[in-house]
Structure formats: C-alpha cells, structure tokens
C-alpha cells in the first residue's frame, strides 16, 4: 500500500453542511494515513464519522489516533466513530499539549452527562490513551517515524511530521504566526518535506483582526515550506464562511503564487510512490 494520506475533513472551527460547501466540503479536521498494513488517524473532528464506516467496511481491526489538541472541532467526530464500539477493535490515542490533564479526562469529559448521553465507558474497543510532550519523537509500527513539534495556539497544540522510507509529512494545524519573524519550531518540523499540511484558515485581510485566535494564513504557510525547502504546500482548516467559490479564488491565487501550492478537500489523496 505504501504511504497514503486521504482528507476526511477540512473545515475548522464548526461543520458546515450546505451547498455552498460541496467541493471543499464542510466537515472539521480529520485525516487518515495509511502506511503499509497501519491505519493512522489525525484529528477527530466531524470527517471521522464517514472515516469509521469506510474502516469497518475495508475489515481493518486497530488504528492509531493522533490528536493535535482538543479543541471542540478537533475532537467532535470522535463519540461517532464507530469502531470504537467494536470489542474486536484495538484504537490506540496520543496527545501532545496537556501538560497535567490526561488526555483520557478530556475524553471523558466530552461525552459525560449533560453533553453527550453515551459515556466513554461504552466504547468497547481495546482502548490505549497516552500523553506525550510536543517535541518528542516515537515510532508507530514497524517503520513510520514520528516528530512532534508544540504550536502556537490557545490551551497549546502539537504538530507532526511522519516520515517513512525516505517520505516525509508534515501536519501543522492548529497555529498562529508572528507577523515577521518565522516560527523556528514549525521551520525546523517540516525541513525538507514533501507536502505540509497548514492552517490557513484566514486570508492576510482577515488576519489582523483574529490575532490571538490561533490560526495562520496560507501566505505564511507558503513563507515556511519556501524557507524551509519543503516541496509542496496543502492549504487546510478552512474557515466556515469560506465557501466554495472563495476557496476557489483562494486556490487561483495561491496556484499563481507557487505551482505546488493547492487547497486540500474532502475526499482528495495524496499518495507517495
């Protein structure tokens, strides 16, 4: 199989279901990558719902949940996956950014009485939760290698980059820029990679009146992969009132600027041979 990664959801901070949002789509953050026989998940944001169904279909029976924080549209999908349920499923989840609070207790949290009437306790899966510290490196399988990186971001994030067989991606949402100086923790992350998948989720107008939301702009994405000598840009974490045809102005303009910058969708594939 390779090294495959397939888009689930886009969208950040809320889904956004309409007509309007059709070739980009409309769900929150959530990625799948596939390495050899290894399911890897990024995110649980609304996309892993459909995720769920395609990996109870394909029969496949263990999958790694990388989280890059927790906030709602990050993690929302995640009482909907349905494997989770499964007593034959194995699901194993990271997180990187909360410092004293177990990744378990958030969890948990989410789906306690009165947000969520089915507690945690139901998912019958073989269930692993594990806390790390953004920066720390390990290793899932037999040979994806993971690097972990802290963001910039409110209650913290964590950026990865998975490398395999001389391959490499790197995920860098959720985050927010200095304008000016370049972020050394994201720059030295995603030296040399193949495709980097950045929050972009406003455009430099929009930017000066969100700073402090914790979110970038794929003008500052495009700065790093440049001063980075990463070899593609992935433009993701698209802001809800950012419909198909902004996104497609959106996609123009970034295509003019850099032939290897494109807007990530739902459904699209990036494999590496």
């Known amino acids: 199989m ?136 390990f290793r899932l399988g037999k040979s994806l290698n993971v ?20 391959k490499s991606a790197c995920y860098v949402t959720d985050t927010e820029h200095v304008p000016g100086q370049i972020d050394e923790n994201i720059l030295g992350l995603i030296e040399g990679a193949d495709v980097v998948i950045y929050d972009s989720t406003y455009t430099e107008a929009e930017f000066p009146s969100k700073i402090g939301w914790g979110h970038s702009t794929w003008n500052e994405g495009l700065r790093l992969c440049r001063a980075a000598g990463a070899k593609s840009l992935a433009i993701f974490h698209h802001d809800p009132d950012h419909d198909d045809a902004f996104m497609d102005g959106i996609a123009a303009e970034a295509k003019a600027e850099w032939s290897e910058a494109f807007v990530a969708k739902e459904g699209m594939e990036i494999v590496f041979e």
């Open 147 to 166: 690097r972990t990186a802290p963001l910039r971001h409110p209650n913290g994030a964590t950026g990865y980059r998975l490398e395999y067989k001389g």
């Open 2 to 137: 390779g090294f495959r990664i397939r888009f689930w959801g886009v969208r950040g901070s809320i889904a956004c279901p309409s007509a309007q949002h059709i070739r980009y789509g409309g769900n929150t953050s959530c990625l799948e990558v596939q390495v050899d026989d290894e399911c890897i998940i990024m995110d649980a944001g609304t996309g892993i719902r459909t995720l769920g169904a395609q990996i109870l279909k394909r029969g496949c029976t263990e999958a790694q949940l990388l989280l890059t924080h927790t906030h709602w549209d990050h993690i929302n999908g995640f009482p909907f996956f349905a494997p989770a349920y499964m007593p034959s499923f194995t699901l194993h989840i990271r997180a990187g950014h909360l410092k004293g609070q177990g990744i378990r207790d958030v969890l948990s949290a989410q789906m306690d009485n009165p947000m969520f009437p089915v507690p945690l306790e139901a998912m019958r899966c073989q269930l692993s939760l594990e806390d790390f510290v953004a920066g720390d490196s």
